[in-house]
T-cell receptor, first 112, second 111 residues
Framework: RKEVEQDPGPFNVPEGATVAFNCTYS??????FFWYRQDCRKEPKLLMS???SGNEDGRFTAQLNRASQYISLLIRDSKLSDSATYLC?????????????FGTGTRLQVTL | DAGVTQSPTHLIKTRGQHVTLRCSPI?????VSWYQQVLGQGPQFIFQ???????GRGNFPDRFSARQFPNYSSELNVNALLLGDSALYLC??????????FGSGTRLTVV
């Protein structure tokens, strides 16, 4: 089983739609959780950190479910500019020296 | 402030050759990590350095090596290149748990 799993998609949604992605992780000791956005042939850019209490940033909401070991990302009122690959990432440790383990990414295509 | 800078941006090498990739972290960041991203996959962890010491190593062969310099910049070296080493090599710097910042990467093609 992969450490971090995502549905690769693509998710094709019309502009204005709400779309949700899930990401499951296998290491119950994972401590930190992130969503990154990656545009084609570019580097990943941090979208959101994910906290146990959940967090929201504009149209984006991230949730963590430790019991079921998954994190989710909800995008409301999708824009054409949201088209990208969304990578979830987890780290196993607290502290300043820990690696990111990524999923394969979920591709989102928002259409007119 | 400059972000994470990587050089070169693109590189073409022949099988069996050696390559050195370079990374300068964000000013004040003491941790540098290297990742390999092949097409269609998420980035895979190669190395992490913190305060010039190796703090983590991913599941990569000994052909891969790295080091961090006193100014916190870093080099990734790959010997005896294989076709399968073709990928986007990403460097990330961090100061705490609030996310890693990635450079724009070096796209390596091995022919």
């Amino acid at each position: 089983r992969k450490e971090v799993e995502q549905d690769p998609g693509p998710f094709n949604v019309p502009e204005g739609a709400t779309v949700a992605f899930n990401c499951t992780y296998s290491n119950s000791a994972s401590q930190s959780f992130f969503w990154y956005r990656q545009d084609c042939r570019k580097e990943p850019k941090l979208l959101m950190s994910v906290y146990s209490s959940g967090n929201e940033d504009g149209r984006f909401t991230a949730q963590l479910n430790r019991a079921s070991q998954y994190i989710s990302l909800l995008i409301r009122d999708s824009k054409l500019s949201d088209s990208a690959t969304y990578l979830c990432a987890v780290t196993p440790n607290t502290g300043t020296a820990s690696k990111l383990t990524f999923g394969t990414g979920t591709r989102l295509q928002v259409t007119l | 402030d400059a972000g994470v800078t990587q050089s070169p941006t693109h590189l073409i090498k022949t099988r069996g050759q050696h390559v050195t990739l370079r990374c300068s972290p964000i000013s004040g960041h003491k941790s540098v990590s290297w990742y390999q991203q092949v097409l269609g996959q998420g980035p895979q962890f190669i190395f992490q350095y913190y305060e010039k010491e190796e703090r983590g190593r991913g599941n990569f062969p000994d052909r891969f090596s790295a080091r961090q310099f006193p100014n916190y910049s870093s080099e990734l070296n790959v010997n005896a290149l294989l076709l399968g080493d073709s990928a986007l090599y990403l460097c990330a710097s961090s100061v705490d748990l609030e996310g890693y910042t990635f450079g724009s990467g070096t796209r390596l093609t091995v022919v």
